[in-house]
């Protein structure tokens, strides 16, 4: 079996000046240890106010974490008023870039050509897209999760090289799990991230399944942190309230150590 480095992300959404997030980063890696940063990767996705702010404390205090961004536009520039694009995100240093949230399709209305837009430029740019997927609690409700996800998926993946297919991260977020509380419980977790997996092995091959990250979203906490990271096909979490308290966050990190 291919040993995948777990992947720690906290996704902070619109919180925070960047004020506050310099603070919340200095105690969050106040609590780590360099064998944290050896057992997971973790990364910090503030708002596009604070990126700047946070590349700076990264490498003026040489900390060993990565900075991602929340969204992005499909095009590298133009009359686009109030858009990012990812030159400007790889300028900053920005290593990843969230495509398709489940807050991004149902407040937003992207939909999934505009985050197969959203990854290609990505991907052209040379960033790491973390391709989101996810059902809604009515479309589990009527069994339609897997067709759902593995939709999502294809249209994401489909006519990809191995090479870009490969390098996608991908967070398996149950939309009726995010910021609700409730949580997927680590079996049915585990499953639809096998189920994920199995999907991107159809479209990419097996060695590419093998090899790919995906994480699980969806209310992770300190208290169900061990659990979920302890499944054979969960490589590390998408955090969202959790990642916004430092004390927190920085178990999620060390749950290695629980």
Known sequence: MTERQP??????KMNLDHLEAIQLVQ???????PEDYRAS??????????LRSIQTLIEGDRLPITLGAQDCHWED????TGAISVPMLAKLKVSYVLCGHSERRTLFGDDDETVRA???AVLRGGLTPILCVGETLEQREVGAAETVVAGQLRA????????????VVVA???????????????????????????TVAEIAGDATAEGMRIQYGGSVKPGNVVDLMSRE?????????????ADDFAIICRHHRL
């Not at 105690?27 to 240890?33: D, I, K, N, P, S």
Request: with cysteine.
């Open 77 to 80: 520039s133009g009359a686009y």
């Open 233 to 245: 096909d969960i490589d590390g979490a998408l955090v969202g309230g959790a990642s916004l308290d």
């Open 156 to 167: 994401g993946l489909n006519g990809l090289t191995l090479g870009e297919a490969a390098s």
């Open 118 to 120: 959203k990854l290609d």
């Open 27 to 33: 105690q969050v890696t106040y609590h780590l240890e």
């Open 172 to 198: 398996y977020e149950p939309v009726w799990a995010i910021g609700t509380g409730r949580t997927a419980s680590p079996q049915d977790a585990d499953a639809m991230c096998a189920f994920a997996r199995k």
């Open 7 to 12: 992947f720690i992300a906290g996704n902070w």
């Open 41 to 50: 990767e973790i990364a910090v996705i503030p708002p596009f106010t604070a």
